[in-house]
Nanobody, 115 residues
Framework: QVQLVESGGGSAQPGGSLRLSCVAT????????ITWYRQAPEKEREMVAS???????KYADSVRGRFTISRDNRKNTSYLEMNNLEPGDTAMYFC?????????WGQGTQVTVSS
């Protein structure tokens, strides 16, 4: 079992930055692929960025070059650095940990980008 807790969301102006964190407890964090998703009101959940063991990182086209996913296995934490934020980035952001057929979700953290 893995428990995930996201933090770092909030409000930002267009062009601003935020850093989201996802802290994992309960299992071997380093064994899990980590993916950040987001869901805006009345839209489907979409993959934002992932860090998969042996594969590396992937990004949605809409955030590539602006967002960076990283992880610190010593701290059981994944980070999503978000720069040059746009109003279209407004959404609830979720952390997902996956290993084989097992996956776990955090409760989400809200990001709002507006002027």
């Amino acid at each position: 079992q893995v428990q995930l807790v996201e933090s770092g969301g909030g409000s930002a102006q267009p062009g601003g930055s935020l850093r989201l964190s996802c802290v994992a407890t309960g299992s071997t964090f380093s064994a899990y692929a980590i993916t950040w998703y987001r869901q805006a009101p009345e839209k489907e959940r979409e993959m934002v960025a992932s860090h998969d063991l042996g594969i590396g990182t992937k990004y949605a086209d809409s955030v590539r070059g602006r967002f960076t996913i990283s992880r610190d296995n010593r701290k059981n934490t994944s980070y999503l650095e978000m720069n040059n934020l746009e109003p279209g980035d407004t959404a609830m952001y979720f952390c997902n940990a996956r290993r084989g057929s097992r996956e776990f979700w955090g409760q989400g953290t809200q990001v709002t980008v507006s002027s």
